[in-house]
């Protein structure tokens, strides 16, 4: 269905009982941020803050669970959209031969028609208010960890144009509030508005860019999704929602943007001005993205809806809103990924634990030899899956959504020798375990059930062998957490490194001593990580590893494969780039939340996610180490 603007959104989350109201004064810097990391994390419901300071309220957490995702789409459950694209797929390819035939095909056209954008004349509901002079800071824009480099509108839908072919773009872009009237623009250089931004700078002219936030719930959607080049954001939202997005002409500039969106920041980036400092940020991967130099925008203008909400979001260690953003994502562009590239795929999940990009697992059904790597060369070189790090392909009626049998399937099927494939190319800007910038290494693991295979197989159970590795030793602990059967090849050791290459130097030990001969996988962590959930865990090896170099065997002819998920410095690894910290509340903030708990009104203490992730701090800045 389609929402008339935010407010109906939010009316519609409070009769579905998924919304609380929160009149308390409380402060965009830290205190929101650590409020909804609570509530996210223990699966809790939207927040409105009604009192910010600022004279505009802040709804956020409004897509973070599975129901609230489905009421921003306007369904039942995400697969609904992916077979909606199936059979739109299907009914405009299917071969036809007769002319009535060929005329049954004009309603589904007429459809399509109907989801188009259409711009009209005259202003919209987004222009009621204008602001005399543009001022960010009346905005209760988030500040929203520790080490951030000041406010970030988190929640914005970024249009650009192309300067020759005006084709428009969407996107989702952090900006980093730097005046009342100035924000960094933190465009990837993957992006399509990066891409736009080449091309004025070449031209040598001042591009035009409009900021909205707000409206129906699937615009916001559409500026996340990973789009095919040249099909239209506003195309994706028409079809999500069932009707056409309305659009109206910008107040200062050329662009068009949707009427009922709530607030509209115009404005232009000067490609010949030098680029600005923007940054740290607690990002996504739940790792501190370190400060760079991005272009600077230029505010002329602000505009608004009468009774206007200020949408934001936080993101950082995972689960947050985000990761179901991610998920309807994964369900969405199946169909597309099935109907155009690997038409093999059963299915595939995207776990939160991999911040999307680091972890993808398919299930297959092989029919040919080499069909695994196939389908893994196909995802690297589809869109945003080029920044995807370690894909993993199975087969079988194996849950992809339970990580215990996904585990069970690599390490019986998987030969660390023959059935893992590694690729070089690009990987996400945010990731800080590449060896360069944005450039690194992908694996590929075929965990699908050979031909000849013996089932059964059984090994020595994974305590015992625990036990005889610990006899003497003081350079490692077992991690004893996870949840798998201990007969699997498989065990996690914490290690505190203190001397130069200290991984490779152990594990060539352990190897050399028999103590490894029962596991075919042996995965690294620091000490200070045992004792983090097997989850924590999973994001925090998918963050550190560089594939190429942090998986190793220590000699050729032994079959137990190390895998590094330490985090690499200088002076121990040769490790060339800044490691960035991960993100964390100050103790100050969680102090003054848990004090003002009882006034907000939300329900019994929920505590801080911040304290379980302390002992992975290793400085008081955005840097753990050089």
């Known amino acids: 269905m389609a929402f008339k603007n935010l407010s109906d959104f939010i009316s519609r989350l409070e009769t ?3 919304l609380i109201r929160i009149q308390a004064k409380v402060s965009p810097q ?14 809790g419901k939207a927040l409105l803050f009604e009192n910010s300071g600022t004279g505009f309220p802040v709804l956020i957490n409004a897509m973070g669970s599975e129901r609230r995702i489905c009421i921003a789409l306007g369904v039942n459950n995400l697969d609904e959209v992916g077979e909606r694209i199936s ?18 095909v004009l309603p589904m056209l007429g459809k399509v028609a109907s989801w188009l954008p259409l711009t009209r004349k005259g202003t919209g509901e987004c222009q009621q208010v204008v602001m005399d002079v543009p001022d960010l800071s009346k905005l209760p824009v988030l500040t929203c960890w520790p080490h951030d480099g000041g406010p970030f509108i988190t929640l914005p839908s970024v249009h650009t144009v192309h300067p020759e072919t005006g084709l428009r773009n969407i996107g989702m872009y952090r900006m980093q509030v730097m005046g009342e009237s100035e924000t960094g623009m933190h465009w990837h250089l993957h992006k399509g508005s990066a891409a736009h931004y080449r091309e004025y700078k070449r031209l040598g002219r001042k591009m035009p860019v409009t900021v909205t936030l707000g409206g129906d719930p699937a615009y916001t959607y559409s500026a996340t999704a990973p789009l095919p080049e ?4 506003y195309l994706l939202a028409g079809f999500l929602r ?3 997005v309305e659009l109206v002409k910008c107040l200062t500039n050329d662009l068009m943007v949707p009427s009922d969106v709530d607030f509209v920041i115009e404005g232009y980036v000067d490609p010949q001005e030098d680029p600005v400092l923007e940054g740290p940020f607690g990002d996504h991967t739940g790792y501190y993205s370190l ?9 002329t203008c602000i505009s608004h809806r009468k009774n206007a909400v200020y949408p934001a979001t936080i993101v950082g260690i995972p689960p947050q809103e985000d990761a179901w953003m991610g998920k309807a994502t994964e369900r969405i562009f199946l169909a597309p990924i099935r109907l155009t590239m690997a038409p093999e795929i059963i299915d595939m999940v995207m776990p939160p634990e991999g911040v999307f990009h680091n972890i993808a697992i398919a299930k297959i059904n092989p029919k040919y030899p080499g069909q695994p790597a196939k389908v893994m060369n196909a995802m690297w070189g589809a869109g945003q899956m080029m920044f995807n790090k370690v894909m993993v392909v199975l087969d079988g009626d194996t849950d992809l959504s339970d990580p215990a049998a996904v585990l069970s399937e690599i390490l019986l099927n998987a030969d660390p020798h023959s059935d893992l494939i590694f690729n070089r190319g690009p990987v996400d800007v945010l990731d800080h375990a590449s060896n360069s910038f944005a450039y690194g290494s992908k694996l590929g693991i075929d965990a699908t059930r050979k031909s000849g295979q013996v089932a059964g197989i059984q090994y020595h159970p994974r305590l015992h062998s625990a036990k005889v590795l610990l006899e003497g030793e003081n350079e490692f602990q077992v991690y004893k957490k996870l949840e798998v059967p201990e007969d699997l090849p498989f065990i996690v050791l914490a290690v505190r490194k203190d001397k130069p290459f200290f991984i490779r130097n152990l594990h060539t030990r352990l190897v050399t001593e028999g103590k490894l001969n029962e596991f075919r996988y042996v995965v690294y962590v620091d000490d200070f990580a045992l004792d983090l959930d097997p989850g924590d865990i999973v ?5 550190n590893i560089d594939p190429v170099r942090d998986c190793f065997f220590a000699n050729e002819n032994h079959g137990t494969l190390a895998i590094d998920g330490t985090m690499k410095s200088k002076k121990l690894d040769d490790f060339k ?23 907000l009104n939300i329900g019994p203490l929920l505590q801080s996610p911040s304290l379980k992730y302390k002992s992975l701090i290793r400085n008081n800045s955005a840097v753990a180490q050089e």
Do not use: C
């Open 577 to 599: 780039r800044e490691w960035p910290n991960v993100v964390v509340m100050d103790d100050s903030t969680i102090a003054k939340v848990d004090d003002m708990w009882d006034s």
């Open 16 to 18: 579905s009982g998924e």
């Open 230 to 233: 040249g099909i239209d954001e």
């Open 30 to 43: 830290f205190e929101i941020s650590e409020i909804t990391d609570r509530v996210s994390k223990s699966n």
């Open 539 to 543: 994001w925090l090896v998918a963050n």
């Open 291 to 299: 400060a760079d130099y991005y272009p600077k925008f230029h505010v």
């Open 242 to 244: 069932r009707k056409k």
């Open 87 to 104: 059979q739109l797929f299907n009914t405009l390819t299917l071969p036809r031969q007769g002319f009535v035939d060929k005329l049954s």
